[in-house]
């Protein structure tokens, strides 16, 4: 299949499918306490870890895909790039809103996010822009699957924060990852197309993002000198390795990105987008436009 042949199959499977930009409106003031997660540390810090990473991290996103922006001349795969950059955009701004209010309870978010923003640095200095986009499908693989198993478990995911403006951001995020997870994928089919990169860029990304999120962790326990109970360690082990915890349930749908030829829609969560304003109007009404 050539790259244009490529970008119109694609295109033709999303045609009906827009990227809409919802703006949202949290209040941040409602995180409170450090360890607002369970009032588990560890499950708290990986909530800030992956919130550190958000700001810089997805404006690398919409700078990879935009690099390509000018090749692309399908007026579907167009319009959602458009929606795409919207999204990302929004995405980060509320991330940096969240992220100052923990930073205002005497988390060390500047510190972490200053890590994640030199290794994005280095990343755009050694790697073409094709192995950049690579990067960005694949972490947008692990977006959408961290929104699928957030959306689909709700009371493990974000169900006991409802003090928390990270429910709500949670929620939201989630749903727009869903409907913006092939954007990437579908401007790397059409403008680079090498599957093998493809695969081998992944399994890196795959392997490396729990470790950077880990270190991001320490990072913010070190600095707070705050040591987990065994209760801690437990709790955490079983919400990512328990029975439906998301890294055991989420290993297949890793394996299934690195199979030749898959494609995001291959894996059908539209379901969560079209219920998300019934399950969540709590979250719905704080849409402002
Ligand atoms: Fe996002
Ligand atoms: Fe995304």
Redesign the pocket.
């Known amino acids: 299949m050539t790259a244009a042949s490529a970008a119109t199959a694609t295109a033709g499977v999303r045609a009906e499918a827009t990227i809409k930009p919802r703006q949202m409106r949290f209040d941040m003031s409602q995180l409170r306490t450090k360890y607002f997660f369970r009032d588990n540390p560890i499950l708290s810090t990986l909530m800030y870890a992956l919130s550190a990473s958000?700001p810089d991290g997805?404006r690398f996103f919409i700078d990879t895909v935009r690099h390509y922006q000018k090749d692309i001349d399908d007026p579907v795969l167009l319009a959602q790039i458009r929606g795409f950059i919207g999204?990302?955009a929004h995405?980060s701004r509320i991330h940096e809103d969240f992220n100052a209010q923990a930073a205002s309870l005497g988390m060390a978010m500047e510190k972490v996010q200053r890590r994640f923003k030199r290794r994005i640095e280095t990343a755009k200095r050694n790697l073409d822009p094709g192995r950049q986009l690579a990067i960005t499908a694949a972490l947008e693989h692990i977006?959408a699957t961290l929104a699928q198993w957030t959306l689909e478990n709700p009371e493990a995911g974000v169900g006991g924060e409802s003090h928390s403006p990270l429910r709500e951001m949670l929620v939201w995020?989630a749903m727009?990852?869903i409907e913006h997870k092939a954007v990437a994928f579908d401007v790397y089919r059409a403008a680079v197309n090498k599957e093998k990169q493809r695969i081998v860029v992944a399994k890196i990304i795959f392997r490396t993002f729990w470790v950077q999120m880990a270190i991001a962790q320490l990072m913010l326990l070190w600095h707070d000198r705050k040591i987990p109970s065994l209760r801690h360690i437990r709790e955490a082990w079983n919400f990512m390795w328990g029975k439906g915890g998301f890294r055991s349930w989420s290993a297949p749908e890793f394996k299934r990105y690195l199979k030749p030829g898959f494609h995001p829609d291959d894996i059908n969560q539209s379901h969560l987008i079209e219920q998300w304003q019934d399950t969540y109007p709590e979250v719905a009404a704080l849409q402002v436009g």
């Open positions: 958000f997805e999204q990302e995405h977006t995020h727009e990852e």
